[in-house]
């Protein structure tokens, strides 16, 4: 019997996406289904109410989530997911808003807004998968393309210097910030689902195959054996100093959950210091400790 | 369009000694403004300072984004999050906001952008005035759209069209633009602020039908869609990409036949409801002079002098620069001699006057690179030379 | 005593929505039971979907689910298995 022939069942995860929007365009072998999936999977076991939950993309392969989930979706402009973010969830502070974005919008020429999203430590999640290159213009390089890796702007090899993002979302701010690769599934989702209770900016690096492009220009396989390669050259080192996390060419991954510290949020900060200096004059906005919402 | 009273919390009720800057962030929060996300360029700042001063005792957020683009990415988000919202810049802080004017008129996202312009291009007289942002304002963003824009020539009409500028964005879903400049911006005057009952606010179209009926972008009677917020249930998906009624992107040509078409139409259609001039002693004359903005007031001087030779001079000020009042410029043209057109760039409305009168009439041009006004005689001259 | 020679594991329901699947080979791959393999016949976009081999083997691990990145496979409990089962005991 064919699933669609039995009423009562279906694929749970049928709830949450746009399914008249199914299949989506994503290669064979991609691992951003998979990343929504455990997504997906962090959003039932958060219990969260659906209709408070916002998800912002920017543009390019992962920025095409948005349109996949059956939440309040918004498919922005490249690289400014995060400041639309900012401005929805200060104009709703109800809103729990999920960024989800790829390394080359968030990290490139998304990078300024990134830093002081997480300077503020803005309320956010952003959920950020890591193919190491920009995937659905042609494979060009990224900020976070391996050193020596193959690009289609870098022909003969990558010779500029990435990103470690968990050194920098550190850095700028972050509360909370861990990196998975796309097959670490239950990981992911917990990681996800930490993020979803915790007030603050936190970043899940999740690492992914790229087939199409950045794994055939670089002849890495299939999905399945970047995939798998990506896997067996992890280790998780949960604390780990951010300093050490740079990633090397087809080098050792290490995986875990680095940061997690409790700051208060931007309206948090807002709300407490403005009490604090205008005392009855001030207009609270929001809650005051919007903690776990 | 539903129309409300102010918000009480917003409203300075008073007579104010107010610089056309603070006017304006006066007039945003009697609208019902309370969300601002800016960054500092002169000479606009002021608004920003005053918004950021006013807003805790009124209730809202003011954020200073980390630049212009940050600032109105994050207007558009939080518009979705349900809030009014505005901004305040200047040219080089406009021309980095142009991609994302482009994604607020294509999700048809209302909100207000206030440009205080000053000398050009790049970095130019920052704090010197200018106005040669005015075919920017129209043209700047990439692909066919339609916005609105407005141009204050006090202080007072700062305050006012500022409140009116929200009730257009609200009214046709669209950015609106107050274009003002350094001078009016920088300058102070008497601003008359009114009681909230005496203040007209458009709100938003919110739908209210069934959730699972939602379609963003239909088109309802007035044939502007209906909007709703982030957070109460429809789950709805918003892209900048062309789209379908369901919102969803659909990327082929008749979609986007459809898509631009409503987006340039939803303005020209209503251009007769939008357009507001003001006119004296145009019928019958032999020169009419066009200005906008703070030109308008050195013009008047002008025609005053020109009135004293003999001269039958109509004064014809643009308080709505977006959209152009075609339909008058064509007819008054053949019916005047000349028009003349002062104003501080190097002839940008002065086209538009050109295009329209379509060679019936002469058009002079008085252009002025920017960094003070018109000195009057400079405009007698070319009125004199309009009659010859 | 030995308690956890009673315990018995799930038993899953296997679905595959074979015209879904684009053949990427990861619920194949990393079943923990090698419940699936990769079958011989073609979907309607030219992929080989997977198919139940041992389908007895299947523990409701919803890993194959959960890795699917083209939402093509999901389980169910047996109807067996669900007659004893009440909410709290299911993960």
Redesign the interface.
């Known amino acids: 019997m064919k699933?669609e022939d039995?009423l009562e069942?279906?694929?749970?995860?049928?709830d949450l996406?746009?399914m008249?929007?199914?299949?989506?365009i994503?290669?064979?072998?991609?691992?951003?289904?998979?990343v929504?999936?455990?997504f997906a999977?962090a959003l039932k076991r958060s219990r969260l109410d659906?209709?408070?939950v916002?998800v912002?993309s920017g543009i390019g392969c992962t920025g095409r989530v948005?349109?996949y989930v059956?939440?309040?979706?918004?498919?922005?402009?490249h690289g400014?997911a995060i400041?639309?973010?900012?401005?929805?969830?200060?104009?709703?502070p109800?809103?729990k808003v999920v960024v989800f974005s790829g390394d080359g919008g968030i990290f490139g020429i998304g990078g300024?807004?990134f830093i002081?999203a997480a300077r503020r430590n803005m309320d956010l999640v952003v959920v950020c998968v890591n193919n190491f290159n920009y995937a659905m213009t042609g494979g060009q390089v990224a900020a976070t393309t391996p050193e020596d890796a193959n690009a289609s702007t870098a022909p003969y090899g990558n010779f500029e210097y990435p990103f470690s993002l968990p050194y920098l979302a550190d850095a700028a701010g972050a509360t909370y910030v861990a990196r998975w690769t796309a097959?670490h599934?239950?990981r992911v989702?917990k990681s996800i689902q930490e993020a979803l209770a915790k007030p603050g900016f936190s970043l899940i690096e999740v690492i992914t195959p790229c087939v199409t492009l950045y794994a055939r220009r670089n002849r890495l396989g299939?999905?399945?054996s970047l995939?798998?390669y990506y896997y067996d050259k992890s280790e998780i080192q949960h604390g780990a100093d951010t300093r050490s996390l740079a990633i090397g060419y087809q080098d050792k991954l290490i995986v875990g959950k680095f940061v997690d510290r409790e700051k208060p949020t931007?309206l948090d900060a807002?709300n407490t210091h403005?009490s604090k200096v205008?005392g009855d004059?001030?207009?609270?906005?929001g809650r005051l400790n919007n903690g776990g919402n | 369009m539903k129309r409300v009273k102010a918000d009480p919390k917003g409203v300075l009720t008073g007579a104010h000694f107010l610089d056309g800057d603070f006017a304006i962030a006066e007039g945003a929060l009697a609208a019902g403004c309370r969300f601002f996300a800016g960054y500092p360029i002169t000479p606009s700042t002021e608004t920003a300072e005053r918004f950021s001063e006013r807003i805790p005792s009124v209730g809202g957020v003011f954020i200073q984004m980390e630049d212009e683009i940050a600032s109105i990415t994050a207007l558009i988000g939080a518009t979705w999050g349900g809030q009014k919202v505005m901004t305040v810049t200047s040219g080089p802080g406009f021309s980095l906001m142009m991609e994302n004017i482009g994604l607020a008129c294509m999700t048809e996202t209302p909100l207000v952008i206030a440009n205080v312009q000053r000398g050009g291009p790049s970095t130019g007289l920052p704090t010197l005035t200018g106005q040669q942002d005015i075919m920017q304002a129209r043209w700047g963003s990439h692909g066919d759209y339609e916005i609105i824009a407005l141009s204050p020539d006090s202080p007072q009409e700062c305050f006012d069209l500022t409140i009116e500028a929200f009730n257009l964005a609200e009214t046709y879903r669209v950015p609106t633009f107050v274009m003002t400049d350094e001078c009016v911006g920088h300058m102070h005057e008497k601003v008359v602020i009114p009681s909230p009952e005496e203040i007209e606010v458009v709100e938003r179209k919110w739908y209210t039908g069934p959730k699972d009926k939602y379609l963003p972008y239909k088109l309802d009677d007035d044939g502007i869609p209906h909007m709703v917020k982030a957070g109460d249930g429809y789950h709805f998906h918003i892209t900048g990409l062309t789209h379908d009624e369901k919102g969803y992107p659909v990327i082929n040509a008749d979609a986007q036949d459809t898509c631009v078409r409503h987006l340039v139409g939803k303005i020209k259609n209503n251009a007769e409801k939008i357009i507001r001039i003001e006119e004296d002693e145009t019928d019958g004359a032999e020169v009419v002079v066009i200005s906008y903005g703070i030109t308008s007031r050195v013009a008047i001087r002008a025609v005053q002098q020109a009135r004293k030779l003999g001269i039958h001079v109509g004064n014809l000020r643009l308080i709505t620069i977006w959209p152009f009042c075609e339909k008058r410029i064509r007819e008054l043209a053949g019916k005047v001699k000349a028009f003349v057109v002062p104003e501080i760039n190097f002839g940008q409305i002065v086209l538009e006057v050109e295009r329209c009168t379509a060679g019936a009439s002469r058009v002079i041009g008085v252009p002025h690179c920017g960094g003070w006004v018109h000195n009057p005689a400079d405009i007698l001259t070319a009125i004199k030379e309009a009659v010859k | 005593m030995i308690y956890f020679g009673d315990m018995k594991p799930k038993r899953g329901e296997i679905h595959i929505d074979k015209d879904r699947c684009k053949g990427c080979g990861f619920c194949v791959e990393y079943c923990p039971e090698d419940v699936l393999e990769l079958s011989e016949e073609f979907n309607i976009k030219g992929y080989h979907p997977p198919a139940v081999k041992y389908p007895d083997r299947c523990i409701y691990c919803q890993l194959c689910q959960t890795i699917c990145p083209e939402f093509a496979i999901y389980v169910t409990l047996t109807k067996k298995e669900e007659a004893g089962e009440t909410r709290e005991s299911r993960p």
């Open positions: 699933p039995r069942e279906k694929n749970p995860i049928e996406l746009r008249d929007r199914i299949p989506h994503w290669c064979p072998g991609c691992g951003i289904g998979t929504v999936t455990s999977e659906l209709d408070k916002a912002v948005a349109g059956k939440l309040d979706s918004f498919h922005t402009t400014r400041p639309f973010a900012t401005g929805l969830k200060l104009a709703n109800e809103l300024n807004h002081h097959l599934l239950r989702t299939d999905g399945l995939l798998k931007f807002m403005l205008l004059d001030y207009q609270l906005y």
